[in-house]
């Protein structure tokens, strides 16, 4: 009787050879099948930002010969808001900037602002274009064979990089899982017919055993289990040629068997620990992902409350540098066409005309120096350049002073101003013209938005270490969700953005100059109707430096 073993070679070598040519052959044509489209996006790319340029440059001229300033912001805006753009900008025939948007939601721009920490073009635009995943396309603006400027665009190429990054992750993760599928399959199928072979030698032993010596294992190889079949068959041979050594070849076939099964049972063991180990690592596995998962989520959360943040204080910088522009423009305009007017009518009309365009173009001038004041006061108090002046001063004094400088227009509107304070002086160390700058913005907003026949109540507290102004104003009051704003910069008030509440600096220059003071300046809404605004400051600055 014979018994097939069935193998050719040991599966492991096999697998592993599988395992390397699957690897190679079908990494070699992902790899070249994204390659094509790589190419054909970047193409697409390119082409895409090549038309923007153009339209950009054909757009243009009209509004640079007209200085039509809104036009271009609104042309550039656009072009930056499509998708992959990330900046445009307008370069006059000088090489100087004249308009620009760069797309804040592009997580690039804001590294970049936030590292260089200045809007200065010169300074921001060179640095992008040195980023590896952006693309600068330029091209020069002409209208009539003249040289009017040149128009930048910059394009991200984030998007074309995660998506080759996709599809080449998408790849590996295919050949991976075929390879996988494929080896195990292999590696089962030489288990079994190697598990076979095993059998097949058990069942031979144990005929032997029962004294049926014509068993013999067919050899078709020279692999580790052949080998154990032609020691096997010589076993056989010996007994048969010496049958008086009938049992001791018996014991060696159950001793054999006896080690067969051992190895089989401590491999059995083995395998059911290593299952045990994977079953108590998945458990692991699946907590580690489940917390992963609450943090991704929990910052996530964050990520979305600092973006709120930012559209936010964008939306207000923005509406200020528009307000700012008006307010800059206005008595602007009105300087140069009350001078230019009174040029062409000097030698026609009469002085009394003159005069009065003279005091047109007086009060525009004023008008833009105290704008131009605001804003170098409030760069002086955030550069911290600003120096204060500290001297001893009676602050009754600096209250009743500010308030007649507004009797006039209190009278015109029909308001009452009334001042209470339980001394007659109250010293205290201060900046004076600063402080003076604090009470008349804050007696100005009073009397700008408080009804006409109404009442202004300007109280002083004074207690051992410190003086309390607070001012109340019977007008439309401030939103209570806006409160915690007020003092910031670029912010203004929803109910005064119609033009009375003027360019929102006032505020923050009160803000810096009581911090500057070692005081606090706190806005709150009157329950009847109305706004309070109050600060305190201390007697002593201790801490200050002196001129």
């Given at each position: 009787m014979k018994i097939g073993l069935r193998s050719s070679s040991l599966g492991l070598k096999f697998v592993v050879l599988v395992a390397v040519v699957l690897s190679i052959?079908?990494?070699?044509?992902?790899?070249?099948?994204?390659?094509?489209?790589?190419?054909?996006?970047?193409?697409?790319?390119?082409?895409?930002?090549?038309?923007?340029?153009?339209?950009?440059?054909?757009?243009?001229?009209?509004?640079?010969?007209?200085?039509?300033?809104?036009?271009?912001?609104?042309?550039?805006?656009?072009?930056?808001?499509?998708?992959?753009?990330?900046?445009?900008?307008?370069?006059?025939?000088?090489?100087?900037?004249?308009?620009?948007?760069?797309?804040?939601?592009?997580p690039m721009i804001?590294?970049?602002?936030?590292?260089?920490?200045?809007?200065?073009?010169?300074?921001?635009?060179?640095?992008?274009?040195?980023?590896?995943?952006?693309?600068?396309?330029?091209?020069?603006?002409?209208?009539?064979?003249?040289?009017l400027g040149e128009v930048f665009v910059g394009m991200s190429t984030q998007e074309i990089v995660e998506y080759y990054n996709q599809s080449v992750?998408?790849?590996?993760?295919?050949?991976?899982?075929?390879?996988?599928?494929?080896?195990?399959?292999?590696?089962?199928?030489?288990?079994?017919?190697?598990?076979?072979?095993?059998?097949?030698?058990?069942?031979?032993?144990?005929?032997?055993?029962?004294?049926?010596?014509?068993?013999?294992?067919?050899?078709?190889?020279?692999?580790e289990l052949s080998q154990l079949g032609i020691a096997f068959n010589e076993m056989i041979r010996t007994l048969k040629s010496t049958i008086g050594l009938k049992d001791l070849a018996l014991n060696q076939i159950k001793e054999l068997n006896k080690t067969l099964e051992g190895k089989v049972q401590e491999r059995t063991e083995e395998l059911e620990e290593i299952n045990n180990e994977l079953s108590f690592q998945q458990?692991?596995?699946?907590?580690?992902?489940?917390?992963l998962q609450d943090l991704v989520t929990e910052k996530m959360e964050d990520i979305l409350k600092e973006k709120e943040k930012v559209e936010i204080a964008s939306a207000a910088k923005t509406e200020f540098l528009t307000n700012m522009s008006h307010e800059l423009r206005t008595p602007l305009h009105a300087i140069l066409s009350f001078s230019k007017f009174g040029f062409k009518k000097v030698e026609t009309t009469s002085a009394e005309n003159i005069k009065s365009y003279f005091e047109k173009i007086e009060t525009s001038g004023n008008r833009l120096l105290t704008l131009v004041d605001d804003l170098l006061d409030l760069a002086k108090l955030e550069s911290g350049k600003s120096e204060l002046n500290i001297r001893e001063e009676d602050f009754l004094n600096i209250v009743s002073q500010v308030n007649g400088e507004?009797?006039?227009?209190?009278?015109?509107?029909?308001?009452?101003?009334?001042v209470e304070c339980s001394v007659e002086s109250l010293f205290l160390e201060c900046d004076r013209r600063k402080i003076e700058q604090v009470v008349?913005?804050?007696?100005?907003?009073?009397?700008?938005?408080?009804?006409?026949?109404?009442?202004?109540?300007?109280?002083?507290?004074?207690?051992?270490?410190?003086?309390?102004?607070?001012?109340?104003?019977?007008?439309?009051?401030?939103?209570?969700?806006?409160?915690?704003?007020?003092?910031?910069?670029?912010?203004?008030?929803?109910?005064?953005?119609?033009?009375?509440?003027?360019?929102?600096?006032?505020?923050?220059?009160?803000?810096?100059?009581?911090?500057?003071?070692?005081?606090?300046?706190?806005?709150?809404?009157?329950?009847?109707?109305?706004?309070?605004?109050?600060?305190s400051l201390p007697k002593k600055q201790f801490t200050m430096n002196r001129n």
């Amino acid at each position: 009787m014979k018994i097939g073993l069935r193998s050719s070679s040991l599966g492991l070598k096999f697998v592993v050879l599988v395992a390397v040519v699957l690897s190679i052959t079908m990494s070699s044509s992902a790899f070249y099948s994204i390659s094509l489209e790589l190419k054909k996006h970047t193409k697409d790319f390119a082409e895409k930002g090549e038309l923007l340029v153009d339209v950009v440059s054909l757009v243009s001229p009209e509004a640079i010969y007209a200085f039509d300033f809104y036009t271009l912001n609104e042309n550039v805006k656009k072009i930056s808001l499509g998708k992959n753009v990330i900046y445009c900008a307008i370069k006059d025939h000088q090489g100087k900037y004249i308009t620009s948007f760069l797309n804040s939601d592009d997580p690039m721009i804001n590294r970049i602002l936030k590292k260089t920490n200045s809007m200065d073009l010169e300074k921001v635009i060179p640095i992008i274009d040195t980023e590896n995943n952006v693309i600068t396309i330029k091209k020069v603006i002409t209208y009539d064979g003249d040289i009017l400027g040149e128009v930048f665009v910059g394009m991200s190429t984030q998007e074309i990089v995660e998506y080759y990054n996709q599809s080449v992750k998408r790849s590996l993760l295919l050949t991976s899982g075929v390879i996988f599928l494929l080896s195990i399959m292999i590696y089962f199928i030489f288990k079994q017919s190697a598990f076979n072979r095993i059998m097949d030698l058990k069942n031979c032993s144990e005929a032997v055993a029962e004294g049926d010596f014509n068993q013999i294992v067919t050899i078709h190889n020279k692999d580790e289990l052949s080998q154990l079949g032609i020691a096997f068959n010589e076993m056989i041979r010996t007994l048969k040629s010496t049958i008086g050594l009938k049992d001791l070849a018996l014991n060696q076939i159950k001793e054999l068997n006896k080690t067969l099964e051992g190895k089989v049972q401590e491999r059995t063991e083995e395998l059911e620990e290593i299952n045990n180990e994977l079953s108590f690592q998945q458990l692991e596995l699946k907590q580690h992902r489940d917390h992963l998962q609450d943090l991704v989520t929990e910052k996530m959360e964050d990520i979305l409350k600092e973006k709120e943040k930012v559209e936010i204080a964008s939306a207000a910088k923005t509406e200020f540098l528009t307000n700012m522009s008006h307010e800059l423009r206005t008595p602007l305009h009105a300087i140069l066409s009350f001078s230019k007017f009174g040029f062409k009518k000097v030698e026609t009309t009469s002085a009394e005309n003159i005069k009065s365009y003279f005091e047109k173009i007086e009060t525009s001038g004023n008008r833009l120096l105290t704008l131009v004041d605001d804003l170098l006061d409030l760069a002086k108090l955030e550069s911290g350049k600003s120096e204060l002046n500290i001297r001893e001063e009676d602050f009754l004094n600096i209250v009743s002073q500010v308030n007649g400088e507004f009797e006039v227009l209190l009278k015109e509107r029909d308001v009452i101003s009334k001042v209470e304070c339980s001394v007659e002086s109250l010293f205290l160390e201060c900046d004076r013209r600063k402080i003076e700058q604090v009470v008349r913005n804050l007696m100005s907003n009073a009397v700008k938005f408080t009804a006409e026949h109404s009442q202004i109540f300007i109280e002083i507290v004074s207690s051992k270490n410190s003086i309390k102004f607070i001012i109340t104003d019977q007008g439309m009051g401030i939103p209570n969700d806006e409160l915690i704003n007020v003092f910031d910069k670029f912010i203004q008030s929803s109910k005064t953005k119609d033009g009375a509440g003027g360019t929102g600096l006032g505020l923050p220059i009160c803000k810096k100059i009581i911090d500057l003071h070692g005081g606090d300046i706190v806005a709150e809404n009157v329950k009847s109707s109305g706004a309070r605004f109050w600060f305190s400051l201390p007697k002593k600055q201790f801490t200050m430096n002196r001129n």
